[in-house]
């Protein structure tokens, strides 16, 4: 059984939305942060958002503050990512990210796990 199971990807036109979502299994420790990374075609996988399971502080990349919003659902275990505003800069392969840390210091070291990703295609 795979630890995180990411979903929700899609095309979607430009300026649209989508919402992806990733399931955990096994029990979370609000030690933990979730979120969600990001890899382009020819590009290097990149952080995008993160929440804090027991506080729900939440840390964002630049290039997505103001159109994304990261979100989690204790009785099912979830994270939600609304992307909102979307541009054909955002097309990449999302991926769900399991931390143990703060938002803000999750990184691609420091991911214990990740969801299998998910293709947002952004395009007219």
């Known amino acids: 059984q795979a630890e995180l199971v990411d979903s929700g990807g899609g095309l979607v036109q430009p300026g649209g939305s989508l919402r992806l979502s990733c399931a955990a299994s096994?029990?979370?420790?609000?030690?933990?942060?979730m979120g969600w990374f990001r890899q382009a075609e020819g590009k290097e996988r990149e952080f995008v958002a993160a929440i804090n399971w027991g506080d729900r502080r939440t840390y964002y990349a630049d290039s997505v503050k103001g159109r994304f919003a990261v979100s989690k659902d204790s009785a099912t275990n979830s994270i939600y990512l609304q992307m909102n505003s979307l541009k054909p800069e955002d097309t990449a392969v999302y991926y769900c990210?399991?931390?143990?840390?703060?938002?803000?210091?999750?990184?691609?070291?420091?991911?214990?796990?990740w969801g299998q990703g998910t293709l947002v295609t952004v395009s007219s």
């Open positions: 990210a399991k931390h143990f840390g703060s938002p803000r210091a999750m990184s691609l070291t420091s991911v214990r796990a």
């Open positions: 096994g029990r979370i420790f609000s030690s933990f942060s």
